[in-house]
């Protein structure tokens, strides 16, 4: 049952027949993580910390530099140097002090223990650790949601090979024997905060939207009726076009084949 302050702060959402207080008590009960503090982490936290996605935990290492505040919009200048893990889960705390959001100081590895989350969230700029996080989520069953932004471009894309045999992974999609060299670092090839901004907004409403789907909610609702789970979004804003394409399985795929 949501309390009275709960009734009012989401108000605008238990209003909508897709959500309702069922609903918004399923995304309280839930449990996500999410891998990057950075460009994408920031805006990503705070969406889910508005939504009330009740158990948040933000996983980095990396500490607070002025290049950093173009697109980074929980931390200040008064934060440099500071780490962006404890800093974002602090702004996070302010906005919504009800939920349990913990900063994890550290780097995301295949010994990090997922299994206790509903939903992953890869919003790292690190070849290295989309892998990484792929090949955890398909062996534990959980759905990842992966993000990236660079330049003027971005995308999106839901897997839940390990849920679903015939859904592809991250790895089908982009073969680590061919990406080895791929730099999705800022610092290296630049980047607008606003592209990040716009593709953390739509990895949240993917997070709502699996949230719900994952506890069957209302599953003749067209918000849970549809996945963007075999399919990938991608963003250019020089051309201002969404685009949506198809992703299949692939049959010599090393992780989910």
Do not use: W
């Not at 907004?201 to 003749?220: A, H, M, P, Y």
């Not at 789970?229 to 020089?238: F, M, S, T």
């Amino acid at each position: 049952m949501l309390n009275e302050s709960d009734l009012e702060r989401y108000a605008s959402q238990l209003i909508m027949p897709e959500i309702e207080e069922e609903g918004q008590s399923i995304l309280l009960k839930s449990k996500v993580l999410i891998i990057g503090a950075g460009g994408l982490g920031n805006p990503t936290a705070i969406f889910c910390s508005a939504a009330g996605i009740g158990n948040i935990d933000i996983c980095d290492h990396d500490n607070i530099e002025l290049s950093n505040l173009n697109r980074q919009i929980a931390f200040t200048v008064n934060n440099l140097g500071l780490s962006k893990s404890i800093k974002l889960r602090d702004y996070c705390l302010n906005l919504n002090p009800n939920l349990k959001i913990n900063s994890i100081v550290n780097s995301f590895d295949n010994k990090f223990p997922i299994n206790n989350y509903d939903i992953i969230l890869d919003c790292s700029d690190n070849i290295k650790t989309k892998y990484t996080a792929n090949i955890l989520a398909h062996e534990y069953n959980k759905t990842l949601i992966t993000a990236s932004a660079t330049q003027f471009e971005g995308q999106l894309a839901v897997f839940k090979s390990g849920k679903f045999k015939n859904l592809p992974c991250y790895e089908c999609i982009f073969p680590q024997d061919q990406h080895q060299q791929t730099n999705l670092n800022c610092r290296e090839i630049g980047i607008i905060g606003p592209v990040t901004n716009l593709i953390s907004s739509l990895q949240v409403t993917e997070t709502i939207r699996e949230l719900l789907i994952g506890k069957s909610f209302k599953k003749d609702q067209s918000f849970t009726k549809n996945t963007l789970a075999g399919n990938l979004l991608l963003y250019d804003c020089i051309q201002q076009e969404i685009t949506k394409i198809k992703i299949k399985k692939s049959l010599n795929c090393n992780i989910c084949k």
